[in-house]
C-alpha cells in the first residue's frame, strides 16, 4: 500500500513538473508576462523553431508594451537582451523596416503612406517590421520608434512583427498598446492571426497579401465611425474606409 501511495505521488509530482514548463497554446485572453530573448544551445530542428519564437516575442517584449497576441508561452529559461541598431535603416520616421523583405518597394510605400495618414488623422500609430531570425534588430527597435519607453504616456499604438519561423508559425505577431486595446479587443487579434497570418493562407496568397489585409484592417477599423471592432473587415476594403 505504501509503495502504492509513493508511485502516486511521483507520478503527480511529475505531471506538475512538465505542465509548469509545457508551452501553452494561444488563447484570446491570454496575456504574458515580460519576455526576454533566450540564449540556447544548437537543439533539434522542433527547439530552434520555439527558441525563434521567443526571439520574435522578445523583439515584441522589448518595448514593454501590451502583448495582445502572441504564439506560444516560453518556457522557463535564463533569457538575455537582443540590441542590433546595425540592422536599422538610417533614414528616420519610416513606418515599416524590411530588415527581410517580404514586400515591394510599392507595397512598401503605400503602407507607410497609409500609416503616416492614419497617424496624423487618429493618432493611433500602427508599425510593421520584417526579420527572418537571427536578423532583427531586438531592443533597438525601441529607440527607432520612441515606442514603449518606461513613463511614456503615448500607448496608442501597435507594433506587427513579421517572420517566417521557416514556414511553420504563424507569420503575424502583434504587440499593441493600452491605449488600442479598447478599440480593438484580444479577440481582433486572435481572429486577425487566425485569418491572414497562418501558414496556408501564406502558402495560398503569398507574405505580402497578409501584411497588406492585416494592416488595411486594422486601419478600418480604428478609422471606422465606432472605432471598434471584434470581427475582422472583409477583403477589398474601400479607399475611404483606408482614409484615402
Known amino acids: 500500500m505504501k509503495l502504492l501511495q509513493s508511485m502516486s505521488t511521483a507520478i503527480l509530482l511529475s505531471s506538475k513538473a512538465v505542465s509548469s514548463f509545457a508551452p501553452t497554446s494561444r488563447v484570446a485572453h491570454h496575456v504574458p508576462s515580460r519576455i526576454t530573448t533566450t540564449a540556447l544551445p544548437s537543439l533539434p530542428s522542433h527547439n530552434n523553431d520555439v527558441s525563434h519564437r521567443r526571439t520574435v516575442l522578445a523583439t515584441l517584449a522589448s518595448l514593454t508594451l501590451f502583448p495582445a497576441v502572441t504564439q506560444i508561452q516560453p518556457a522557463q529559461a535564463r533569457l538575455e537582451g537582443v540590441n542590433k541598431p546595425e540592422l536599422l535603416p538610417s533614414e528616420p520616421g519610416l513606418n515599416v523596416i524590411q530588415i527581410e523583405r517580404f514586400l515591394t518597394k510599392g507595397q512598401e510605400k503605400r503602407l507607410n503612406d497609409l500609416l503616416t495618414q492614419l497617424e496624423k488623422d487618429t493618432g493611433y500609430r500602427v508599425r510593421v517590421l520584417c526579420q527572418a531570425y537571427p536578423r532583427t534588430p ?16 503615448d500607448d496608442k499604438y501597435v507594433v506587427l512583427v513579421v517572420d517566417e519561423f521557416g514556414g511553420k508559425g504563424n507569420v503575424l505577431n502583434f504587440n499593441v498598446g493600452e491605449g488600442v486595446k479598447f478599440a480593438l479587443p484580444n479577440v481582433f487579434w486572435t481572429r486577425l492571426t487566425s485569418k491572414y497570418g497562418t501558414t496556408f493562407f501564406v502558402k495560398e496568397n503569398g507574405i505580402d497579401l497578409a501584411i497588406t489585409n492585416a494592416i488595411e484592417a486594422i486601419v478600418s477599423c ?5 472605432q471598434y471592432c471584434v470581427n475582422v473587415p472583409d477583403e477589398g476594403m474601400s479607399l475611404k474606409s483606408l482614409g484615402m
Do not use: H, P
Not at 531592443?139 to 520608434?145: E, G, N, Q, T
Not at 480604428?222 to 465606432?226: A, C, G, V
Open 138 to 153: 531586438g531592443l533597438a527597435i525601441r529607440d527607432y520608434w520612441d515606442l514603449g519607453k518606461e513613463g511614456a504616456k
Open 222 to 226: 480604428l478609422r471606422s465611425d465606432q
